[in-house]
């Protein structure tokens, strides 16, 4: 069989590994631990760079993977914000990143597919007072991964909400990063100005936190010109904005949609707002690639 969804271990975790034998490609998901994919490789080639060390300690935020950001992306001033008059606690990316998800359908129909549930519970009303209910499908097919979301208003009154992916990118040199963001401008983090943008980055800095506005397309393509791959980050227009977040000696860059940026729950500035019992799809999909003539 070309496909195969199979329970696997990823350190003291149960997982599961999608494969597509047809090119070697391979995915592994860990509900318990945030509904995260650790690993996706092709033949010998590791496409994602992921702490091992971090990922082993339930204290600690994992820096690997592909993260799930929700209900919102980076942080609230303060790590507050109101609704409806009273002020709620809401830490860095929100919460869905550290919780344990259900396993829903599996399926090999159409590549190796898994969906994970993540629904509100006592402790989630006590930061995000909302009845919800997400659903994400993780598709292996081929060169590429798409990830496919359900966000489920399950309550009589509108859901607010912003949602993405916080991606870490395995890269060796990032001097041979080539980038192709639809974006002509962005802003550091803490910053309101902003800075043009070429398409270089100085990566001797110790840290870049930069976020893309305005984007033309639905798609950013990076090019490893030290590996000769290239990674194109496709997404629907309900991503507003584009995170390239990176830090001197690590060997990783993340490239990361959000459907709205830093502090929206108090600027309501791209917010998506979901009416009762209504339901909302997201989709990203990630691919692999070797460009011709690539020096």
Not at 32 to 61: C, H, M, N, Q
Not at 86 to 115: C, I
Request: hydrophobic share 35%; charged share 25%.
């Amino acid at each position: 069989m070309a496909f195969s969804v199979s329970p696997t271990r990823e350190g003291t975790y149960g997982a599961y590994a999608l494969e597509d034998d047809t090119n070697g490609a391979r995915a592994v998901v860990v509900p318990e631990r945030g509904g995260i994919v650790t690993r996706w490789r092709l033949g010998d080639r590791p496409l994602l760079y992921l702490d091992s060390d971090r990922f082993a300690d339930p204290s600690k935020s994992i820096r690997g993977g592909i993260p799930i950001l929700f209900p919102i992306c980076g942080n609230v001033e303060n790590d507050q914000y109101e609704w409806k008059g009273k002020t709620y606690t809401l830490k860095q990316h929100g919460f869905a990143r550290d919780m344990p998800w259900e396993v829903g359908d599996q399926s090999t129909d159409n590549g190796a597919a898994l969906t994970l549930k993540l629904a509100s519970n006592e402790a989630t009303r006590k930061v995000y007072p909302f009845d919800f209910e997400v659903g994400f499908t993780y598709r292996l097919l081929g060169q590429s991964l798409h990830i496919e979301q359900q966000y489920l208003n399950r309550a009589d009154e509108p859901m607010p909400f912003s949602t993405g992916l916080h991606t870490y990118f395995a890269v060796a040199n990032k001097n041979k990063l080539k980038l192709d963001i639809p974006s002509a401008a962005y802003t550091k983090k803490d910053e309101t100005g902003h800075h043009s943008f070429d398409g270089t980055l100085d990566y001797s800095q110790d840290e870049i936190d930069i976020a893309f506005g305005e984007l033309q397309r639905t798609d950013a393509v990076v090019d490893d010109l030290g590996a000769r791959s290239r990674i194109k980050t496709d997404f629907d227009d309900a991503y507003s904005t584009l995170v390239f977040w990176t830090v001197k000696g690590k060997d990783y860059y993340c490239l990361e949609p959000w459907s709205a940026g830093r502090n929206a729950m108090n600027t309501g500035k791209n917010l998506t707002i979901l009416e009762p019992q209504a339901t909302r799809t997201f989709r990203i999909t990630l691919s692999f690639s070797h460009p011709g003539g690539m020096g």
